[in-house]
């Protein structure tokens, strides 16, 4: 997602952009949008994680994780 967000604001900001301010203004908030909708997805998915586990999805990534040095 911040991949997105920092790629739309590059083509915002290019001197090519023709479509004037109000849709610069829309696609700026559209964006932002879409960065809400998917932080509520990450939210949503960790309390299903809870859910089917009875683990926080935080520990349960920890507990994945390599080791360090092995």
Known sequence: ???LHRT???HLMDD???HGIETAVDV???G???ERFADHAVSV???VVY???GEHADE???ADAPVEGA
Do not use: I, P
């Open 8 to 10: 739309l604001f590059r």
């Open 32 to 34: 932002r949008y879409y």
């Open 45 to 47: 998915a960790k309390r």
């Open 60 to 62: 349960l990534q920890a």
């Open 51 to 53: 859910l089917v586990t």
């Open 16 to 18: 090519r952009w023709k």
């Open 28 to 30: 700026t908030l559209l």
């Open 1 to 3: 997602m911040d991949l």
